[in-house]
């Protein structure tokens, strides 16, 4: 049974940086797809960020384009977001996730293509 671990979560104040990191357990192989969510109170999850295979192709969210960066340690079955210049509507519970299926075009934000997902860590960034 894989199950993905989240950790890194907090409060941090604007302007500074935090690293999410998420570890994967019960998979030996890569698995090709993983992604790191957001959610917040009654809304949807959204795609922050996603990576496939060792870094062959990463994606972004608008909103933190230039500011976060997804990398993916094989070695130690951990994916990582660095999250940086916080900003107070970063602020909400982020997931991690992972799509082991071999796709023709990976569908980054479809949540339903994600076989498994993380506990969630909560992110507070304050003003």
């Known amino acids: 049974q894989v199950q993905l671990v989240e950790s890194g979560g907090g409060l941090v104040p604007a302007g500074d940086s935090v690293t999410l990191s998420c570890v994967v357990s019960g998979r030996t192989r890569i698995i090709p797809t993983m992604g790191w969510f957001r959610q917040a109170p009654g809304k949807e999850r959204e795609l922050v960020a996603g990576?496939?295979?060792?870094?062959?192709?990463?994606e972004y969210a608008d909103a933190a384009k230039g500011r976060f960066f997804i990398s993916r340690d094989v070695a130690k079955n951990m994916v990582s977001l660095q999250m940086n210049s916080l900003k107070p509507e970063d602020t909400d519970i982020y997931y991690c996730?992972?799509?082991?299926?071999?796709?023709?075009?990976?569908?980054?934000?479809?949540?339903?293509?994600?076989?498994?997902w993380g506990q969630g860590t909560q992110v507070t960034v304050s003003s």
């Open positions: 990576i496939r295979g060792s870094g062959v192709d990463r």
């Open positions: 996730a992972a799509d082991e299926n071999y796709r023709i075009r990976t569908r980054w934000s479809m949540t339903s293509d994600y076989d498994y």
